[in-house]
């Protein structure tokens, strides 16, 4: 008689308390073999994968245009154009969320105390030197200054 879903998620969820430690043996395993893989077919697989995105330009782009309105898609959308546009250079990816969502979560300029006037006047401003974030300003303040930070003055 074929389990119901319920049944086979009960399972399962029984076997991996069981075997925790064997699984994760296994999973290591399979992730160096795969990168082994990859390694000594690189080019193989990136000609496969051009030709998987010649074939499917148009899906591919309707999943990336409903993939960029969600939360999570604007958001990666906003840091990866800090770092790629900007230049702008975090430590790691937590601290680009954390300057992201005071970026959301800001409503005033940090200089001039100026109420922002939609999300087009919100600017990270950073040092054009180094590349580190400072605060999160108005767009005419971001116009105004382009003084380097303090370390780069040093």
């Known amino acids: 008689m074929p389990w119901t879903k319920e049944e086979k998620k009960e399972y399962m969820k029984k076997y991996h308390l069981k075997n925790k430690d064997k699984i994760k043996e296994y999973n290591l395993k399979n992730k160096e ?5 990859y390694i000594e077919n690189k080019e193989k697989i990136n000609e496969k994968q051009k030709e998987y995105n010649i074939k499917n330009k ?6 990336k ?3 960029n309105q969600t939360e999570k898609g604007k ?11 900007s230049k702008i250079k975090f430590d790691d990816r937590s601290e680009a969320e954390y300057y992201y969502n005071s970026y ?3 409503h005033r300029c940090n200089w001039c105390d100026k109420m922002f006037k939609d999300s087009k006047d919100r600017n990270l401003d950073h040092c054009h030197t180094c590349g580190l974030p400072r605060a999160i300003i108005c767009r005419d303040c971001n116009l105004k200054d382009l003084v380097p930070c303090v370390s780069c003055l040093l």
């Open 104 to 106: 959301i979560n800001t």
């Open 65 to 67: 245009k409903k993939y």
């Open 33 to 37: 073999y795969r990168k082994k893989y």
């Open 75 to 85: 958001k990666n959308s906003i840091i990866d154009n800090w770092k790629n546009c």
């Open 58 to 63: 148009e899906k591919l782009k309707e999943h």
